[in-house]
C-alpha cells in the first residue's frame, strides 16, 4: 500500500490542499512568470505556502510544479531545469509535512503539456510519456509520494502521464477538468474517465476532478463518477466557487461558508479526497477542515439539490455528446490554481 492508501485507510476522507498560483500571486508572484522557478529563488514563500495549509487542516499537499514538465518550462528558457526544480519543490513541501506532527502526505503535481497530440501537433506519446517520466523522477527524487496527475483535458495525455508514474515506480492519482458542456475539452465525460483508468499502465490510487468552472460543475461531475464507479477512491478539487473578471483581475466568488458546504455536499456525491482549487485560500481550506471533521455522510444529492445550495451550473451538460469524442482539439493554457 502507498502512504496515500494507507491514510486513506486510516481517516476514511482527507483533506487535500487549495490553490497555488492564486496565493502565490498574492505573496507577490507577477503574471507570466514562472512560478516553478520560485522553488529555488524563493523557497521560503513556498514553504509558508505549504505550512499555511497545513495550518488550515490539509491531509494532502501538491508541489508547486504544475507546468514543471520540459514543454511548458520551455517557454521561460528553463526546459534544462526539470529535474533541479521539482526536487527542489518535493524537497521544500517533504520538509514542511515532517513538521507537521502528523502524517500529510506530499503530491507532486503534474500538470498537462500544453501541447497538442500528433496528428494535430507534433507531440507523439512515446515523447510525452519521456517528459513526464523526466518530471516524476525529479518529484520522487525530492520525497514526494504520490505523482499528482491533475486538470487533465486529453486521455492521451493521461495515458502517457500514469505510464510514466509507473516506469518511475511511483503511485499516481488522476483527475480531469470537466469544463466543456460536462466534458473535458478534449470531449471525455466523467464516466469515461472510470473506464479510461481500467486501460492505465497501472491503477491509479484513486482518480477525479479538479479545477473546471465552478463548485457547482465539478460535484455534477464527481455524481456522476461515482454513479457509474461506485467502489472508486474518488477525488473532488474545485474551484472556490465561480471566477468572474472583475477589471484585469480573475475573482472566484466562494466563501469559506460556501466551500465548507461543497466539502460535505463532496462527501455525500460519494468523493473521499476532498480540496480545493482556483481561488482556495488557507481561511477557505480551514472552513472545509471543520465541515468535514465529525462529519458523516448523508443522502446522496441530486444535481438540482447541488444546484440549491452551492449555485447554478455554469456549462451545463450538452444534450447531445460534444464535438470531438476522446480526440485532440483546441487547448488553452490553464495553470493549476
Known amino acids: 500500500m502507498s502512504k496515500l492508501d494507507e491514510l486513506l485507510a486510516k481517516k476514511g476522507t482527507l483533506l487535500a490542499d487549495g490553490a497555488t498560483g492564486t496565493n502565490l500571486f498574492d505573496m507577490g508572484l507577477t503574471s507570466g512568470d514562472p512560478p516553478e522557478e520560485w522553488n529555488v529563488t524563493q523557497p521560503e514563500k513556498i514553504r509558508t505556502l505549504h505550512r499555511k495549509f497545513v ?4 491531509d494532502i499537499i501538491l508541489t508547486n510544479t504544475f507546468g514543471a514538465n520540459r514543454h511548458r518550462l520551455k517557454l521561460h528558457k528553463l526546459e534544462g531545469r526539470v529535474h533541479e526544480l521539482n526536487k527542489a519543490a518535493a524537497e521544500l513541501a517533504r520538509e514542511v509535512a515532517a513538521e507537521a506532527g502528523r502524517e500529510v502526505i506530499v503530491g507532486g503535481s503534474i500538470g498537462p503539456t500544453g501541447e497538442l497530440f500528433a ?3 507534433a507531440l507523439i ?9 523526466e518530471q516524476a523522477e525529479g518529484l520522487k527524487a525530492g520525497g514526494a509520494d504520490v505523482a499528482w496527475i491533475e486538470t487533465m483535458s486529453a486521455p492521451e495525455e493521461m495515458r502517457a502521464a500514469a505510464e510514466a508514474a509507473a516506469k518511475v515506480g511511483m503511485p499516481f492519482v488522476v483527475t480531469a477538468s470537466f469544463d466543456t458542456a460536462g466534458r473535458t ?3 471525455l465525460p466523467p464516466s469515461g474517465l472510470g473506464d479510461l483508468a481500467g486501460e492505465f499502465a497501472c491503477a491509479p490510487v484513486a482518480y477525479g476532478s479538479n479545477c473546471g468552472v465552478g463548485a457547482s460543475d465539478l460535484l455534477a461531475a464527481v455524481l456522476e463518477i461515482t454513479r457509474d464507479h461506485p467502489d472508486a477512491i474518488v477525488i473532488a478539487k474545485a474551484n472556490c466557487g465561480i471566477p468572474v473578471i472583475r477589471g484585469d483581475e480573475v475573482v472566484y466568488t466562494g466563501t469559506p461558508e460556501l466551500m465548507a458546504d461543497y466539502a460535505r455536499l463532496a462527501v455525500d456525491a460519494g468523493a473521499r479526497i476532498i480540496g480545493g482549487c482556483c481561488g482556495t485560500s488557507y481561511a477557505h481550506l480551514a472552513a472545509m477542515r471543520q465541515a468535514l471533521d465529525g462529519y ?4 446522496r444529492p441530486s444535481v438540482e439539490e447541488v ?7 455554469v456549462s451545463p451538460p450538452a444534450a447531445a455528446p460534444v464535438d470531438g469524442g476522446e480526440g485532440e482539439g483546441g487547448r488553452r493554457r490553464r495553470r493549476r490554481g
Open 185 to 187: 475539452m478534449m470531449g
Open 296 to 299: 458523516e455522510k448523508g443522502t
Open 125 to 133: 506519446y512515446e515523447e510525452a510519456v519521456e517528459a513526464f517520466a
Open 307 to 313: 444546484v440549491a445550495r452551492i449555485g447554478p451550473l
Open 119 to 121: 496528428p494535430l501537433g
Open 55 to 58: 495550518e488550515a487542516g490539509a
